[in-house]
């Protein structure tokens, strides 16, 4: 899953108050979805992590509304702080414990009238442990409990106790919950698919901290995907830990793959464009691919996460595929959809790792050249397979030197892949003004690649052709042509939309 910079995650308007009609509610009514003690407080969340959590956020939001609940962007005016959190790494957890100190002084400040919350991976992973650990938390409320948690806080206002609920549900996938799109620009969202993951890699803590794959129903996701629609978002990121093993099966046993599922999606409107994140090698079918090809509104681009270069390593990983396999796939990949774009995902100082085994990664790196990648240091977490059975071998300082050479290589190959781009032409989705200039825009091509070029008359949500005519090493900087549509620059360039020489 693609990692994201802490984000403050805040509504985006205040919600209207339900009024609290009487302070001795009973906790069934709670339950049904009316919270008597929520009365006019506001809640301020912040959430750490992968886009999944993003939206679970949303979801959270989503279910505090309901029960009378406010959202705040203004941490000042929060009469309850929910941090969403994130497990994936030690320095993940370490940020989160540092921000759980300073909320400790805010609550001093305010003589203990301030409620915090745990919520998500951190939250499941560490369970009873956080309360005592920290013995600042009034919430512990796993990735799947988040229907519980108006009545987790009523429970902890009232008894003054920490409240905990940290099941986890092969059921539960909030179907039915149309999330809180936080911070959205109205362009595009993200919709949550599935969730859990069932592949067990050593050294990975999602499994424990997800619980296992639970897909969503296929028709919540097309309700969810038309009703985006036709609020004018242009583009949907259908989001899982493991996406591409989706697979839903209704009371009459048929059965969607997820090469059908974004077939149906892309179907929806032929002018939104279809992105997924993140998959696995092993579920990138050519059923899938044919999709990319076939469906000029599936973005030419995949996420598709290595991890490592060796076989060995990827054994030990218990990645399921050796390198050769993942070489193929990508040249598969790339001969069935031209000018095809791929990122991914990789870790350096796995337990065991050699010189030679390090420089197939970057050796593996030559040979796919991606455009873009996540790097991570190897971090041991407790309850993993790797944590149990390997050593975490590798010293901190040959860590750190594999990873800068990783790094350096991917900022040289994503440099010389954004100067090839000079002179092309591309279908670009405005997603709003550049960071820089409220003169420039910012959008992305089909390919995933940021470019900024004039304001001119183009507007968030339009299809612009824009020439690229320069670059840095993570954005092409261009010139608009005109405006279009998806339909239209799919007609003239049927494969991909894009790389069209100039
Ligand atoms: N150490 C370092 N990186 C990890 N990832 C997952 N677990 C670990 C770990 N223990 C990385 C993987 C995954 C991404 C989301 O985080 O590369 O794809
Ligand atoms: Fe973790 Fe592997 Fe599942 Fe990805 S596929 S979430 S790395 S266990």
Redesign the pocket.
């Known amino acids: 899953?693609?990692?994201i910079e802490d984000l403050d995650v805040l509504s985006e308007e205040r919600v209207r108050q339900r009024e609290a009609d009487d302070a001795d509610e009973d906790l069934d009514r709670v339950k049904h979805g009316y919270d008597a003690t929520a009365g006019d407080k506001q809640v301020y969340i912040e959430t750490y992590g992968?886009q999944m959590n993003v939206n679970d956020s949303g979801i959270v939001a989503s279910v505090l509304k309901e029960s009378g609940y406010g959202l705040t962007r203004d941490e000042a005016e929060a009469d309850v702080v929910l941090l969403n959190t994130c497990a994936?790494?030690e320095n993940a957890e370490q940020k989160i414990r540092t921000r759980l100190g300073m909320l400790r002084a805010e609550k001093e400040r305010r003589d203990g009238e301030l409620m915090l919350g745990v919520l998500g991976c951190m939250a499941e992973r560490l369970r009873e442990k956080l309360l005592e650990q920290e013995d600042l938390v009034d919430v512990v409320v796993g990735p799947d409990a988040y229907r519980d948690l108006p009545q987790l806080l009523y429970e902890a206002d009232a008894t003054g106790q920490a409240a905990v609920n940290v099941e986890l549900s092969k059921q539960e996938t909030y179907a039915d919950i149309d999330p809180v799109r936080y911070d959205s620009n109205g362009v595009s969202a993200y919709v949550s698919i599935m969730r859990g993951c069932d592949n067990m890699?050593t050294?990975?803590?999602?499994p424990f901290t997800r619980g296992r794959e639970e897909s969503r129903l296929v028709t919540t996701i097309l309700s969810e995907v038309s009703q985006l629609v036709e609020e004018g978002y242009r583009e949907v990121t259908l989001l899982g830990q493991n996406v591409n093993s989706y697979h839903y099966t209704d009371e009459n046993g048929s059965s969607v793959s997820f090469a059908e599922l974004v077939d149906r999606v892309s179907r929806v409107s032929p002018e939104l464009r279809v992105r997924y994140s993140?998959s696995h090698p092993k579920d990138c079918t050519d059923e899938l691919l044919q999709v990319h090809r076939e469906r000029p509104n599936v973005c030419n681009y995949i996420h598709l996460?290595v991890?490592h270069g060796n076989t060995e390593v990827l054994d030990r990983m218990r990645r399921t595929y050796t390198r050769e396999e993942y070489l193929a796939l990508t040249e598969r990949a790339k001969e069935l959809c031209p000018g095809l774009s791929l990122s991914t995902?990789?870790?350096a100082g796995f337990c065991g790792e050699t010189e030679a085994q390090h420089r197939d990664t970057l050796s593996l790196m030559e040979a796919v050249r991606y455009d873009h990648a996540?790097m991570?240091?190897?971090?041991?977490?407790p309850q993993?397979y790797?944590a149990r059975k390997y050593e975490d071998d590798v010293p901190e300082d040959v860590k750190q030197r594999r990873l800068e050479e990783i790094i350096e290589l991917q900022n040289q190959h994503s440099k010389e892949s954004n100067e090839e781009e000079i002179g092309r032409v591309h279908t670009v989705l405005v997603e709003g003004p550049s960071k820089k200039s409220d003169e420039q825009l910012f959008g992305r091509t089909d390919t995933n690649k940021g470019v900024v070029f004039d304001r001119e008359d183009y507007e968030q949500g339009d299809y612009v052709r824009v020439r690229v005519e320069d670059c840095t090493s993570s954005t092409l900087l261009g010139t608009a042509i005109g405006r279009t549509t998806l339909t239209e620059a799919a007609r003239t360039d049927p494969i991909t939309t894009e790389a069209v020489a100039a």
């Open positions: 899953m693609e990692p992968c994936i790494r890699c050294f990975c803590v999602v993140t996460p991890q995902d990789l870790i996540y991570f240091k190897y971090s041991e977490r993993t790797a």
